[in-house]
């Protein structure tokens, strides 16, 4: 098993969208499929399996521009996100997600930004660098 280094070009990332275009561009090689915009795919992928992690036990993950990506993903964004979910609630938990609208409006919600942290913390597999 290797350990990969792999680079998280921040000047790629704008939204959300772009964040998982720029997830895909750096995990995903060799697939002939893409991951979806979805934390539990991005949670699942961070496990192995396939794309560039498929024979690895291990990452370095060197995220570019971090700081500019905190804003990207932050709470305007957070907010689309979540109306983007309400507006389809035979898919998604509206009450969930008003729920956590209401909480970004108190200061307490969590941010898209701040999940996609956790996530890749939660990993022991995976070193998350800053650059």
Known sequence: ????????????????????????RVFMVGETW????????????LYGGYGVLHNSATAVVIWQQMEKNRTDLGEEETRCWYREKLRQPERFNAA????KLIELDSGSGELFFDIVLEIFNSHSNI???QE
Do not use: P, W
């Open 96 to 99: 969930l997600f008003q729920r």
């Open 1 to 24: 098993m290797s350990k990969n280094v792999l680079y998280i070009n921040g000047a790629n990332i704008h939204d959300i969208a772009s964040f998982y275009t720029e997830i895909n």
């Open 34 to 45: 893409t991951l979806g915009e979805s934390l539990d795919a991005l949670d699942d992928m």
């Open 127 to 129: 070193s998350l660098r």
